[in-house]
């Protein structure tokens, strides 16, 4: 079945059945391989893409249920050669080790930054208790998404 959807700001006419999990139109159709496969479930965070601003699971996202809202993966993050100050505090922080959640965890990121400028290790903690990191990068992370909070302050200035 043919259907439109926008993706990082762009239109995209997918053919997918309309139950097939967004994840697998991102990846398989429009080679978006930021996003990640990973429990299939919901549970781990590693295919969280940003629905209309909000966090969600794409594997549990009917593409569909999509079509209507506009979609950004960790790809569209990106803006005329910047990455965006969370994507590059993760980087200056070395806040990965396998980067297996990383996208994930950036998006969850992006998004409590917009709700919480300066957001206390606890909020940060809290908010991304949804996306695992089986590394155990965590004190990074932390540090990435605290310092991604200050270079936004910096940028609002």
């Known amino acids: 079945m043919a259907m439109q959807i926008e993706v990082n700001g762009k239109r995209c006419a997918v053919s997918y059945p309309p139950d097939t999990p967004l994840l697998y139109?991102?990846?398989?159709?429009?080679?978006?391989?930021g996003t990640k496969y990973g429990c299939g479930e919901g549970q781990c965070g590693a295919c969280t893409v940003l629905l209309a601003g909000a966090p969600r699971r794409s594997c549990q996202i009917p593409v569909s249920a999509a079509a209507a809202k506009p979609i950004t993966t960790i790809e569209g993050l990106e803006k005329e050669g910047k990455l965006h100050p969370v994507q590059q505090a993760f980087l200056d922080a070395g806040a990965f080790q396998c980067a297996y959640c990383t996208s994930g965890m950036v998006?969850?990121?992006?998004?409590?930054?917009?709700?919480?400028?300066?957001?206390?290790?606890?909020?940060?903690?809290?908010?991304?208790?949804?996306?695992?990191?089986?590394?155990?990068?965590?004190?990074?992370i932390i540090e990435a998404v605290q310092h991604a909070a200050k270079m936004m302050q910096e940028r609002a200035r």
């Open 25 to 33: 139109v991102l990846r398989d159709e429009l080679g978006l391989t």
């Open 107 to 140: 998006m969850s990121s992006v998004v409590l930054l917009q709700t919480n400028a300066n957001p206390k290790r606890e909020e940060i903690v809290q908010f991304l208790q949804g996306n695992v990191c089986r590394c155990g990068t965590h004190p990074r």
